[in-house]
């Protein structure tokens, strides 16, 4: 059998279209599955600009959602989206932890194209986005749109770095990689939780709170504008605290105010069960805001978008990934992405295509009737024309850089070294799980795919030596 045939059967199997049998062997619930069907662009003639509601959650594994596969999470509000837009299932971030994927977000570009980039992630006050760097809020922005972020930033620290510095109008939210979910004590015992520039004392469950400010944002009458919202949940980030585990945070502010550094880590606890209940509850989050989107009026006009940041961590379900959280192998980049746009987009679908976060950036840049800055060349590709207009994507190559390790996937090819030094080559199509190394007898394929990652990265800042 060709490559490109067995690409094709992987491809029909991850579909559904060949039954329930299939889809159980990867994974997936053969009734969601037997009700998708492979993407095809609808090319409905174009309207006004669409809202963009963008909605992240912090290390979310690739198979934590109901319909991306999990056996034991539940996530009817997100599997409703789905099934009312498109699902992606080789979809990937921009890199392998917190911050720089969402430098590669808000630039468009690889995060080693930037000092702030560099940091995996950033833990202190020397780096961040330069606020004279464009950014998807500041284009959008300047194109007439409304802009907001509400949740995590995870791109620098007052005074210097601020989202309302880079393009945003209104900002709610924590500007560090993680807090504790009752107190807002950050990794350095300090108070996270800001409305613009100034502190915030509210005392409640986090996400209860973000919640609360998004559905806020989209109820509120915009005038004529379109409007961005960046809505970044830190569920299911550690610490291991749902709403209602008063007991449990005050333990953990306790170790944190007596100095006990790594408290918020919160290596010795969690569980399964722990995690469940808050990706349940991101998923009951995420429905509220939907639900107040509906109520708006907004919904037919309103492009919403749900990725995770990274792969999944401690307690995620990723399988049959490899890897997590800080890999650039399969289950640290691939993340679960829905796009729904009722105005554009026909539901009840699935994409195969490889698509990464600075793809998103470009795309949404393209909706909105943006111009990227010529002086800050975009490395993502839109994929407006695919979606609306049914275009084919071109094959191209998604790169990824993170200390100690190197990716790049043309195809259905991976190229990869993790921090054994090995030059690895794995079919994705017929390895997902990235067990079977083909690189001995792919010689002439490895060396190019090397080489193509050798080159893009000569273009991207060096790490700074210890």
Not at 230 to 247: C, K, Q, R, S
Request: charged share 25%; net charge neutral.
């Amino acid at each position: 059998m060709s490559s490109y045939d067995q690409s094709a059967l992987s491809r029909r199997a991850f579909g559904g279209a060949v039954g329930a049998g299939a889809a159980a062997a990867v994974g997936l619930p053969a009734v969601a599955e037997a009700r998708e069907r492979p993407f095809r662009a609808a090319r409905r003639p174009g309207g006004k600009r669409p809202n963009i509601l963008f909605i992240l959650g912090d290390d979310l594994g690739w198979a934590d959602l109901s319909s991306y596969g999990s056996p034991h999470i539940k996530t009817p509000n997100l599997d409703r989206l789905a099934r009312q837009g498109v699902r992606f299932t080789d979809a990937y971030s921009g890199s392998a932890t917190c911050s720089p994927t969402r430098f590669s977000l808000y630039t468009g570009r690889f995060p080693g194209r930037t000092k702030g980039g560099l940091a995996e992630p950033i833990a202190d006050k020397s780096v961040g986005l330069d606020p004279t760097h464009p950014t998807l809020a500041s284009l959008l922005r300047d194109a007439g749109y409304a802009t907001a972020l509400i949740g995590k930033w995870h791109c620098g620290y007052l005074p210097d770095y601020s989202p309302t510095r880079s393009g945003w109008d209104e900002f709610f939210g924590n500007f560090g990689g993680a807090l504790e979910y009752y107190s807002k004590l950050g990794l350095g015992g300090e108070y996270d939780l800001y409305e613009g520039d100034a502190e915030y004392k509210d005392l409640r469950y986090y996400t209860r709170i973000l919640t609360e400010r998004a559905s806020e944002y989209v109820l509120r009458d915009h005038g004529d504008k379109p409007w961005l919202l960046n809505l970044n949940f830190t569920t299911p980030h550690w610490p291991w605290i749902a709403d209602g585990d008063e007991e449990q945070s005050a333990e953990i502010v306790r170790r944190i105010k007596a100095g006990e550094k790594g408290a918020l880590w919160h290596q010795d606890g969690g569980s399964v069960e722990k995690y469940t209940e808050m990706v349940q509850d991101l998923d009951r989050s995420i429905g509220e805001v939907l639900k107040a989107l509906k109520k708006s009026g907004q919904e037919r006009d309103t492009l919403v978008f749900f990725a995770s940041d990274n792969g999944g961590e401690r307690f995620s379900y990723n399988w049959p990934l490899s890897g997590n959280k800080a890999s650039l192998q399969e289950g640290g980049i691939r993340v679960p992405t829905i796009v729904r746009w009722p105005a554009r987009l026909d539901g009840g679908q699935v994409s195969h295509e490889p698509v990464f976060t600075p793809d998103w950036t470009a795309t949404l840049l393209e909706i909105g009737g943006a111009r990227p800055n010529p002086a800050y060349e975009l490395d993502g590709t839109s994929l407006a024309p695919y979606l609306l207009k049914g275009e084919e994507l071109a094959e191209r190559e998604l790169f990824w850089r993170v200390r100690g390790e190197r990716a790049l996937r043309r195809g259905e090819w991976k190229y990869y070294r993790g921090k054994g030094g090995k030059d690895q080559l794995f079919n994705l199509a017929a390895d997902q799980r990235e067990q079977a190394d083909r690189a001995p007898g792919e010689p002439k394929l490895l060396a190019e795919l090397k080489a193509a990652w050798e080159r893009t990265n000569a273009g991207l800042l060096p790490y700074p030596t210890a």
